[in-house]
């Protein structure tokens, strides 16, 4: 008897690889850090706007032919991650205004430099909690992808994430960015207009 299994209502990520040069200045730009008080630059691909055209090229590919959407879309913010040797950033946590994102791996780096991890988001709803004897992608709670050089991952906004520790003994650098709609998209009540001169 055969069994279809339907990945109903699935959150996709998408994973791929790209070719590029991809050398940024690590040196003359300040990450994002747990202090609130320290000037970031959440805008880095401002500064290499090829770079921005190539990625913003990729998700384009990815909602034409896998989601299936028109519209036209842009990249919001960009900045640069660096995780220390012995350094984790603990909190799950997820992007607002923001419709999907992206992490491209430009660097070289060792197994266990840690992960890029998401967190299941129907994690909440079962009332029981069970234990598998395998953990595959379609009962697990949570997923890792490990960075590779030229990798690129794209993933709903929505999806609760974080980097595990860094067991290497070098820092690990990564390119995070953001991505919404833009112009007119939607449909009936929730239709948005894309406001031109001031008047709609």
């Given at each position: 008897m055969?069994?279809?299994?339907?990945p109903l209502f699935?959150?996709?990520?998408?994973?791929?690889?790209v070719s590029?040069?991809?050398?940024?200045d690590?040196?003359k730009?300040?990450?994002?850090?747990?202090?609130?008080n320290?000037?970031?630059?959440y805008?880095?691909?401002?500064?290499y706007?090829?770079?921005k055209?190539l990625?913003?090229q990729?998700?384009?590919?990815?909602?034409?032919?896998?989601?299936?959407l028109k519209?036209?879309?842009?990249?919001?913010t960009?900045?640069l991650?660096?995780t220390?040797?012995?350094d984790e950033?603990?909190?799950?946590?997820?992007?607002?205004?923001?419709?999907y994102?992206?992490i491209l791996?430009y660097?070289e780096?060792s197994?266990n430099c840690?992960?890029?991890?998401f967190?299941?988001?129907l994690?909440?709803y079962p009332?029981?909690?069970?234990?598998?004897t395998e953990?595959?992608i379609?009962n697990s709670?949570?997923?890792?992808?490990?960075p590779?050089?030229n990798?690129?991952?794209?993933?709903p906004s929505?999806?609760?994430?974080?980097?595990?520790k860094?067991l290497?003994d070098?820092?690990?650098y990564s390119?995070?960015?953001?991505i919404?709609?833009i112009g007119s998209y939607g449909?009936?009540?929730s239709?948005?207009r894309e406001?031109?001169?001031g008047?709609?």
């Amino acid at each position: 008897m055969t069994i279809d299994t339907l990945p109903l209502f699935a959150s996709n990520v998408f994973v791929t690889e790209v070719s590029g040069d991809f050398n940024f200045d690590i040196k003359k730009h300040k990450y994002p850090c747990r202090d609130e008080n320290q000037e970031c630059n959440y805008f880095i691909l401002d500064s290499y706007p090829k770079i921005k055209k190539l990625l913003l090229q990729e998700f384009k590919n990815i909602a034409k032919n896998s989601l299936h959407l028109k519209e036209e879309f842009d990249i919001t913010t960009s900045w640069l991650t660096k995780t220390y040797p012995g350094d984790e950033y603990e909190q799950y946590h997820i992007h607002k205004n923001s419709y999907y994102s992206g992490i491209l791996y430009y660097d070289e780096y060792s197994p266990n430099c840690g992960s890029l991890e998401f967190k299941n988001p129907l994690d909440n709803y079962p009332d029981f909690y069970l234990v598998p004897t395998e953990w595959n992608i379609s009962n697990s709670i949570i997923w890792g992808i490990k960075p590779k050089k030229n990798r690129l991952v794209i993933f709903p906004s929505y999806l609760r994430h974080k980097i595990t520790k860094n067991l290497s003994d070098k820092s690990r650098y990564s390119l995070a960015f953001n991505i919404i709609p833009i112009g007119s998209y939607g449909a009936r009540d929730s239709f948005h207009r894309e406001k031109r001169s001031g008047i709609f």
